[in-house]
């Protein structure tokens, strides 16, 4: 153990000073004069501390971020659970945050794309003509291709005396005002540090603190878009089962679950602004162990909530200009 780094967990305050003052023996525990915190002096020396297995941002190699994203996962469903894990004192890496669960959307994403590449070859097209296959694959790789933008976009092709036309249905209409106010209700909590500094500094903070917090929402977009393939992943499912066998009770079961499976998909867009609440007063309680945590809590949950519900607005409002064929009801 050394003495050299010998800083804050929270503030980062040199606490050297401190430790030259000691004559006989270390204590275990201490308290910053800057910022009144409370810590181990284990924490604050010990340089191994820093690091926590399973946490995706102490994640070396790509197999263990892979396996620690899920670890990770597993552990902000519950805020209260991951700060209990993740303390101040922990080493912060803003950019593995975002990498574990964006390499995991990918792989979900790439496989739902090629489930639908091979169900899309193996049913017949709608003119009642055979199977694409490998030998007229320039009249069906594009259609292939478009698949990779779903959901946010639907596309197909087709020939016209003037050659091959692609028709582009933006999908993302149908969900741009629930995914602009959660982007909102995201972004909204370390923005607000951002423009109310005074909080910041109030509390002592660093933004590597604040941007920990504030990166682990965006998991909640990648929970709703793995959820959106994973029910591209059964359709076509379906459709393959169906075109190698015949069976239709492949369809009947999915038409009695699917309900379901549309409700629960859809009760995730509420679930996400009612879970970044509670994530923030648990980081700002116990994650930060701030002063009044649960009064800043409350007032910039109301700034969150009110900019959410602008941003929704607008979002509905160039979802009608921007989809003629959309009528509110």
């Not at 153990?1 to 525990?29: F, K, V």
């Not at 902000?76 to 964006?102: A, C, M, N, Y």
């Not at 087709?158 to 995914?179: A, C, K, M, Q």
Request: net charge positive.
């Amino acid at each position: 153990m050394s003495s050299a780094h010998a800083l804050c967990p929270r503030c980062h305050y040199d606490q050297r000073g401190t430790i030259e003052t000691w004559n006989d023996s270390c204590p275990l525990r201490g308290r910053c004069c800057e910022c009144g915190l409370e810590y181990e002096w284990g924490d604050v020396l010990n340089p191994f501390r820093g690091r926590l297995p399973g946490l995706v941002e102490h994640a070396r190699g790509v197999p263990q971020l892979v396996r620690w994203t899920f670890t990770t996962f597993g552990w902000i469903i519950l805020p209260h659970r991951f700060w209990k894990r993740v303390e101040l004192h922990h080493t912060i890496s803003l950019r593995t945050i975002l990498l574990g669960p964006l390499l995991v959307m990918a792989v979900f994403h790439f496989a739902a794309w090629v489930l639908a590449v091979i169900a899309f070859l193996l049913t017949p097209p709608n003119t009642g003509g055979p199977p694409a296959s490998l030998d007229t694959i320039d009249d069906w790789w594009l259609d292939a291709a478009l698949l990779m933008a779903e959901p946010f976009a639907r596309g197909a092709t087709w020939y016209s005396p003037s050659g091959r036309s692609i028709y582009v249905d933006w999908t993302v209409l149908l969900f741009l005002d629930r995914l602009l106010a959660l982007v909102t209700c995201v972004l909204a909590w370390p923005l607000l540090f951002m423009v109310l500094p005074i909080t910041r500094r109030a509390g002592k903070l660093r933004w590597s603190h604040i941007w920990r917090a504030g990166l682990y929402p965006f998991w909640w977009l990648v929970v709703l878009h793995i959820s959106d393939r994973l029910i591209a992943v059964g359709n076509s499912l379906i459709m393959i089962v169906y075109s190698l066998t015949g069976d239709t009770r492949a369809y009947q079961v999915a038409e009695a679950v699917n309900p379901t499976v549309v409700f629960l998909a859809n009760t995730l867009w509420f679930i996400g602004p009612a879970w970044i609440l509670a994530w923030w007063y648990v980081a700002l309680r116990r994650g930060f162990r701030l002063e009044r945590a649960g009064l800043l809590w409350a007032v910039l949950g109301v700034a969150v909530l009110a900019a959410s519900a602008i941003i929704f607005l607008g979002g509905w409002y160039l979802r009608v200009v921007l989809d003629p064929y959309w009528t509110p009801v």
